[in-house]
């Protein structure tokens, strides 16, 4: 099945950022997809923030908890994200474009956020190591609730050479297919 050349598979895409290094495979992989397709872009990286437990705290106390939480986050995230840009093909987009520092848990603000900029697609990269017990990961969340398609780039990224598409001819795979 091909394509005309014309027509953009992506209109936008979602990249959720744990940590650049780690999703340093996503970011590029959601990067090259945006400028193949002209594509809209956004990195999204979540910071949970403490709920509101302290009894004498007000609503100004929290408000300043959370915003010194994003603070931090932006830092921590952006300041990476600026030296993998820079070494990338092209003009460097500017990280305040790209870079979203949302509140709260990681699968339900790349969630929320897929769905309030119609992402057509969502990259996530490689899940943390975790413990024997693992009762669910931000890409199984994202996979189970997702309204489009989401990519996994598990290492760093490379070109696509082929694409398998398991088809049952339902709507659902022709669709996939298409």
């Known amino acids: 099945l091909t394509t005309p050349a014309?027509?953009?598979m992506f209109q936008s895409i979602l990249v959720g950022v744990a940590s650049v290094e780690?999703?340093?495979?996503?970011?590029?992989?959601?990067?090259?997809?945006?400028?193949?397709?002209?594509?809209?872009?956004?990195?999204?990286h979540?910071?949970?923030?403490?709920?509101?437990?302290?009894?004498?705290?007000?609503?100004?106390?929290?408000?300043?908890?959370?915003?010194a939480t994003l603070t931090a986050a932006w830092r921590r995230v952006s300041d990476p994200l600026r030296e993998l840009l820079a070494g990338q093909a092209g003009p460097a987009p500017s990280?305040?474009?790209?870079?979203?520092?949302l509140p709260g848990s990681p699968p339900?603000?790349?969630?929320?956020?897929?769905?309030?900029?119609?992402?057509?697609?969502?990259?996530?990269?490689?899940?943390?190591?975790?413990?024997?017990?693992?009762f669910g990961s931000t890409a199984r969340a994202v996979l189970a609730k997702a309204p489009?398609?989401?990519?996994?780039?598990?290492?760093?990224?490379?070109?696509?050479?082929r694409i398998l598409v398991p088809v049952d001819l339902s709507e659902d795979s022709l669709q996939a297919l298409d």
């Open 6 to 8: 014309t027509s953009a």
């Open 22 to 44: 780690q999703s340093k495979g996503a970011i590029v992989t959601g990067l090259t997809l945006a400028r193949s397709d002209a594509a809209a872009i956004q990195l999204v």
């Open 46 to 67: 979540a910071a949970p923030v403490p709920p509101m437990l302290w009894p004498k705290s007000g609503p100004e106390q929290l408000a300043a908890v959370n915003a």
């Open 95 to 101: 990280v305040e474009d790209l870079l979203h520092v």
């Open 108 to 134: 339900k603000v790349i969630l929320d956020r897929a769905e309030e900029i119609h992402a057509d697609l969502v990259v996530l990269g490689p899940h943390e190591k975790r413990k024997l017990f693992d």
């Open 148 to 161: 489009c398609a989401v990519l996994v780039q598990p290492g760093e990224h490379r070109p696509f050479r």
